[in-house]
């Protein structure tokens, strides 16, 4: 770490950081994004865990489960159409569009993101994988069939599927339950073939697997940074930290 947590504090040394982050981006031909709930703060989508966050009024381990689900998947699926509804209402902010226009501008990109919004697409995002699912995809219990539904309200709550009759539920990650495949396939194949920049924006990294893909990362090469106006626990690891809210950092930083 060169100038890691320094680089945050104190206008001279943010500066110092950012430039040494638009540098490396300049020569760059891969660059890994990894986005949490923080790159959709500035769009009105409360952070998990956040002041603010909607988890704090709905306890997320009670219903985002199997097992609240099981109990009441009326009440699950209502707490889920309220979510459905802020997303379909909020617009991309200036962090998505700036990962959106790097992105068009050159590297190969890939955003692998802990959100279920779909705000990376909508501001143009090409290569964009969901780690935790798609709020507007559900999953059918009985036969698995998976479906995009963006409807709201949905006609049916619980939603039923059209095949088999069975439940529906959120093609989402719940607690306690196995992350879809094909994601980290593709986020681990991304850093085995060499990254340049990693850029870790608006997550705590509270999960082992955030941690690894951005310390795979930097050994496969990148300078890693993170965005984040709050230390998270790959603070003391990156080596450039960028104090601050993605919607005005980001867009500073991608100007070729
Ligand atoms: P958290 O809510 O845990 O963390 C949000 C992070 O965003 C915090 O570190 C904030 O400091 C930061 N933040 C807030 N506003 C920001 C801004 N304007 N710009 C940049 N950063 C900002 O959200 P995640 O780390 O994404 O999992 O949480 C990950 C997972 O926790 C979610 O995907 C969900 C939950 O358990 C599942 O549903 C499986």
């Known amino acids: 770490m060169s100038d890691g947590a320094g680089a945050a504090d104190g206008a001279g040394g943010a500066q110092?950081?950012?430039?040494?982050?638009?540098?490396?981006?300049a020569g760059s031909g891969r660059v890994l994004v990894l986005t949490g709930a923080g790159v959709s703060a500035e769009s009105g989508i409360p952070t998990f865990r956040g002041e603010d966050g909607w988890w704090k009024q709905e306890d997320p381990t009670k219903l985002a489960t199997q097992a609240a689900f099981d109990?009441?998947?009326?009440?699950?699926?209502?707490?889920y159409e309220y979510r459905r509804g802020l997303v379909a209402e909020a617009e991309p902010n200036p962090a998505h569009r700036a990962l959106a226009s790097l992105e068009r501008s050159g590297p190969e990109v890939l955003v692998a993101t802990q959100n279920v919004d779909d705000l990376h697409e909508?501001?143009?995002?090409?290569?964009?994988?969901?780690?935790?699912?798609?709020?507007?995809?559900?999953r059918c219990q009985g036969c698995g069939r998976e479906r995009e539904d963006r409807r709201h309200p949905l006609p049916e709550r619980p939603p039923r599927c059209d095949a088999c009759g069975g439940l529906e539920r959120p093609a989402v990650v719940w607690f306690g339950e196995m992350l879809p495949p094909s994601p980290i396939r593709r986020t681990g194949q991304f850093i085995d073939g060499g990254v340049d920049v990693a850029l870790v924006i608006g997550t705590e990294a509270s999960f082992g697997y955030i941690q690894g893909f951005a310390r795979a990362a930097r050994r496969a090469g990148a300078l890693l940074v993170e965005v984040n106006p709050s230390h998270t626990v790959l603070s003391g690891v990156v080596d450039v930290r960028l104090a601050g809210p993605a919607g005005e950092i980001l867009p500073t930083l991608f100007e070729r």
């Open 122 to 138: 909508r501001a143009g995002s090409q290569a964009v994988t969901h780690i935790h699912g798609s709020i507007f995809r559900v």
């Open 16 to 25: 110092a950081g950012r430039d040494r982050v638009r540098r490396r981006l």
């Open 71 to 79: 109990r009441d998947p009326s009440h699950v699926w209502e707490w």
